[in-house]
Nanobody
Framework: VQLQASGGGLVQPGGSLRLSCTAS????????MGWYRQAPGKQRELAAD???????KYADSVKGRFTISRGNAKNTVYLQMNSLKPEDTAVYYC??????????????WGQGTLVTVSS
């Protein structure tokens, strides 16, 4: 299984970015996909998650500003980030909790994409 993420970059405060992540490989089912982030000197934390039934979960710090969604094939997840703040600066990691054919459910991680919010 591979997770390919894209969409990071430099944006001014108040700006927007959209992250994308696609899971590929021998996937039997996907329980959830989401985005975690890790700022310099801090622990990795959940930003947003979307579950197989469509329910979502957000960190309090991003509620009302970030929106997570899925593509039609449900192996792609997007994170629309609006009203970005300097404190959103972090490496964003795509996560998928899924089951491969013939295996148990596990967590998989993308390579990380840097989001920098600065004037």
């Amino acid at each position: 299984v591979q997770l390919q993420a894209s969409g990071g970059g430099l944006v001014q405060p108040g700006g927007s970015l959209r992250l994308s992540c696609t899971a590929s490989g021998s996937i039997f089912s996907i329980n959830s996909m989401g985005w975690y982030r890790q700022a310099p000197g801090k622990q990795r934390e959940l930003a947003a998650d979307i579950f197989s039934g469509g329910s979502t979960k957000y960190a309090d710090s991003v509620k009302g500003r970030f929106t997570i969604s899925r593509g039609n094939a449900k192996n792609t997840v997007y994170l629309q980030m609006n009203s970005l703040k300097p404190e959103d600066t972090a490496v964003y990691y795509c996560n998928a909790n899924l089951t491969e054919w013939g295996s148990r459910r596990n967590d998989y991680w993308g390579q990380g994409t840097l989001v920098t919010v600065s004037s």
